[in-house]
């Protein structure tokens, strides 16, 4: 009598974690959540009263209210952000390829933010510095998912 065992993770993709979160799935989930909770505060208090911000700083973007930017945090940041520790949350497959993605665009969202509005505040290298993070966990999550697979 043989008896053979089935992996209780897919391997059909070299890009795919395993289904044990671990420290670096951990530590991700918890940035993700920080971040996107951050920014959905963030954009409900631009799309507010634009955080007491002066207007002035829009002088480059294409209004002449913080609403939109606001909606833009809110859809490119906070969304992303969120969507990402869901499927981290779930221990989805594709959850390290998430994280990659989003920190990546966390800090394109931060170098876009700096070459546009031309204002430096002091979270802006911070956040940036999340987002590498966020991405450099994601890339070991995988990269040990492959390792042990």
């Known amino acids: 009598m043989t008896m053979t065992t089935t992996s209780t993770r897919t391997r059909s993709g070299r890009w795919e974690v395993a289904r044990a979160r671990g420290w670096e799935g951990t530590t991700l ?5 920080f971040v ?5 505060y ?3 208090g631009l799309m507010a009263n634009g955080l007491g911000m002066p207007l002035e700083w829009l002088s480059r973007l ?17 969304v992303p952000q969120l969507v990402a520790a869901w499927l ?14 989003v920190g990546a665009a966390l800090v394109l ?3 876009v933010q700096l070459a546009v509005l031309q204002r430096y505040f ?16 994601g890339f070991v999550w995988i990269r ?5 697979g």
Request: negative net charge; aromatic residues 10%.
């Open 29 to 33: 989930l918890g940035l993700l959540l």
């Open 62 to 78: 294409p209004v002449d209210t913080w609403t939109w930017p606001g909606v833009a945090l809110l859809m490119t940041v906070a």
């Open 88 to 101: 981290v949350w779930r221990h989805d497959t594709w959850a390290g390829v998430a994280g990659v993605v």
């Open 42 to 44: 963030g954009a409900f």
């Open 109 to 111: 969202w931060i170098v």
């Open 122 to 137: 002091f979270l802006q290298p911070v956040i940036a510095g999340i987002g590498l993070v966020e991405a450099s966990l």
């Open 144 to 148: 040990r998912s492959r390792d042990e």
């Open 36 to 40: 996107g909770v951050g920014a959905v």
